[in-house]
C-alpha cells in the first residue's frame, strides 16, 4: 500500500511542534510553552456577532472570495493601516487561516522547478508547501547577530535564473524580528530589478513592540503589483479557532487562488465571517489591551534570561523568544527533550524551524503570566543542574 502513495508527501517530515505537543498531552503536572496561540478567550463583542448569525440563521455558502462587506472592511483597514490599496472584489479572498493562504498562492504561480526563496528560521509550514507545489526551496540562513533580519547581501546571493518567488515573514515566528521600512527597501530593490514575487506572511503585524510600527512591503515602490499579502484573524484577534485568514493579490494572481480556494475549500466558514466583520471594525481597543499584556511577558522573560546569562536577542514582534542554549552542551533536541523529561516543561528545539535554528530553543509567551512564572522556575531549575 505504501507504494500507492505520494512520495512528496511521504517525504515530508511531520511538524517538529507537535511532536513535543503530543507528548505534553499526555503528561501530568506538565506545561507546555510550545504553541503559539493566544491564551485570550475570543472577545466577547466578535463572539457575539458569531452567535447572532447563527441565530439569525446565516449558516449558507458565501461567495467563493468570502463576504464582500468583509473583503471591504480588510481593504480599507491595510489602506489606512499601512498604505497599500486592494480592490476588495477582485483583489481580496477570504481563507479557511492564514496557512491556506500560503499553499493557495505558492499552488497559484509555482511551475516545476521554480525557486522558492525562504529565509530561515521560519515557520514550518514554507518549506512543505513550497515542496508539495512543486517548487524548489532555496533556504537562507539568517544571523542572530543581524538580528535575524533578511540582508540584501544574503538575498542577492541567493537568487538564480530559476528564481520566482520570496516567502517574507515579520514579524517572525519562531525568532519574534521584525524588519523596518528602512530594512526593507533594499529587499524591494532586488525583488523588482530581478522581477520576483513577494509572498509576506503578516500574521503577526498587530504585535509589534518598542517605537517603530509594522512596514509592508506591498507598500514600496515597485511592490504593489508583486506582493501576496497574507494575514488573519487568529494571533491578534485570538480566534485560532475560528479559522479564518485572508489574502491580498493583484488580481490576476487573485483569481488564480481564488480558482483553487473554489475547487478545494468553497468559501471559508460563514459564522466566522460574520464575526471577523466585528472583529475588524470593532476589536483595535482589544488588539492594544493583549499587545500590552504580551509586552509585558516578554520584558519579563528577557529579564530572566538576562539574569542567568543565557543569550537572547530582543524581539519586537509576535510571542515567541528564541534563546540560545549552545552553552548548555547539548543540541536543541536534546535540551528540549531533557527539560520535558526532567522538569514537565516543553519548549519547541529551534531545528524544528530549519537547520539553522540548530543552538535555539522557542519559547510562547502566549500563556499567563503566572504559568511564564512556573516555567522559568523549571528552567532556572534544569540549567542549575547541567
Known amino acids: 500500500m505504501r507504494d500507492m502513495l505520494c512520495k512528496k508527501v511521504v517525504d515530508l517530515k511531520p511538524s517538529g511542534i507537535r511532536k513535543f505537543f503530543d507528548i505534553v498531552s499526555e503528561m501530568p503536572d506538565a506545561i507546555s510553552l510550545g504553541v503559539g496561540e493566544p491564551d485570550f478567550e475570543t472577545p466577547w463583542h466578535i463572539s457575539d456577532e458569531g452567535i447572532y448569525a447563527l441565530e439569525k440563521g446565516k449558516t449558507f455558502y458565501t461567495s467563493n472570495s468570502g463576504l464582500l462587506e468583509l473583503r471591504t472592511e480588510i481593504c480599507k483597514w491595510y489602506k489606512k493601516r499601512y498604505g497599500v490599496s486592494f480592490d476588495p472584489a477582485k483583489e481580496c479572498l477570504i481563507t479557511v487561516g492564514g496557512s491556506e493562504g500560503i499553499d493557495l498562492a505558492l499552488r497559484a504561480i509555482i511551475n516545476p522547478g521554480d525557486e522558492v526563496i525562504i529565509p530561515e528560521p521560519c515557520y514550518v509550514s514554507y518549506v512543505p508547501c513550497a515542496i508539495l507545489a512543486g517548487a524548489k526551496p532555496v533556504n537562507i540562513n539568517l544571523k542572530n547577530e543581524n538580528s535575524f533580519k533578511l540582508t540584501a547581501d544574503e538575498l542577492e546571493a541567493a537568487i538564480t535564473e530559476k528564481t520566482k518567488v520570496l516567502i517574507l515573514s515579520y514579524p517572525n515566528n519562531p525568532t519574534g524580528a521584525v524588519m523596518t521600512r528602512e530594512d526593507l527597501i533594499p529587499i524591494a530593490e532586488i525583488c523588482a530589478k530581478k522581477d520576483i514575487l513577494v509572498i509576506s506572511d503578516e500574521i503577526y503585524s498587530e504585535l509589534t513592540y518598542g517605537n517603530a510600527p509594522h512596514a509592508t512591503i506591498g507598500s514600496l515602490p515597485g511592490m504593489e503589483d508583486r506582493t ?130 540548530e543552538g535555539f530553543i522557542r519559547i510562547s509567551y502566549a500563556y499567563s503570566i503566572e504559568e511564564l512564572m512556573e516555567a522559568m522556575g523549571r528552567i532556572e531549575h534544569f540549567i542549575q543542574t547541567l
Open 228 to 357: 501576496i499579502i497574507i494575514n488573519g484573524f487568529s494571533k491578534a484577534y485570538a480566534m485560532t479557532g475560528w479559522r479564518l485568514g485572508y489574502a491580498l493579490a493583484p488580481k490576476v494572481i487573485a483569481e488564480q487562488m481564488t480558482k483553487i480556494h473554489q475547487f478545494a475549500i468553497m468559501c471559508a466558514p460563514t459564522t466566522s465571517q460574520y464575526a471577523a466583520i466585528s472583529a475588524i471594525k470593532e476589536g483595535d481597543k482589544d488588539i492594544a489591551r493583549m499587545r500590552e499584556s504580551y509586552d509585558k511577558r516578554r520584558r519579563y522573560l528577557l529579564s530572566k534570561f538576562e539574569e542567568w546569562g543565557m543569550p537572547c536577542f530582543e524581539p519586537f514582534g509576535a510571542f515567541y523568544v528564541f534563546p540560545g542554549i549552545s552553552k548548555y552542551g547539548m543540541t536543541s533536541d536534546e535540551f528540549a527533550t531533557n527539560l520535558l523529561k526532567k522538569e514537565k516543561l516543553a519548549v519547541v528545539p529551534g531545528n524544528a524551524f530549519g537547520d539553522c535554528g
